[in-house]
Nanobody
Framework: QVQLIESGGGLVQAGDSLRLSCAAS????????MGWFRQAPGKEREFVTV????????GYADSVKGRFTISRDMAKSTVFLQMNSLKPDDTAVYYC?????????????????WGQGTQVTVSS
């Protein structure tokens, strides 16, 4: 069983930056891909970014390209989400997720393990 522990959310102003972290515990060798998703009030959970664990292949949603950066520290089994130039539309609960699939899926249903979520609020 993989546990994902997120941290780093908070309340910021538009244009500010935040860095989210997600530490994975136990059996990290079984992870193929890690990703970040977000869910705003009244909306469905949406894909933000993904990184394949071994190859480091990366993908981003169009809405965050050029502003968000995903990275990983394999030694610490941790994935990071650096969010710059934040906008009010980025306000959501952000979830870290892990999948055993190795090709970097962007569909939430492909992810088997989820963190508890961390709130990011961007004021205008």
């Amino acid at each position: 069983q993989v546990q994902l522990i997120e941290s780093g959310g908070g309340l910021v102003q538009a244009g500010d930056s935040l860095r989210l972290s997600c530490a994975a515990s136990l059996r990290i060798f079984s992870i193929g891909t890690m990703g970040w998703f977000r869910q705003a009030p009244g909306k469905e959970r949406e894909f933000v970014t993904v990184i394949t664990w071994n190859g480091g292949n990366i993908g981003y949603a169009d809405s965050v390209k050029g502003r968000f950066t995903i990275s990983r520290d394999m030694a610490k089994s941790t994935v990071f989400l650096q969010m710059n130039s934040l906008k009010p539309d980025d306000t959501a609960v952000y979830y870290c997720a892990a999948s055993t699939l190795q090709w970097g899926p962007t569909a939430a249903m492909a992810y088997h393990y989820w963190g508890q979520g961390t709130q990011v609020t961007v004021s205008s």
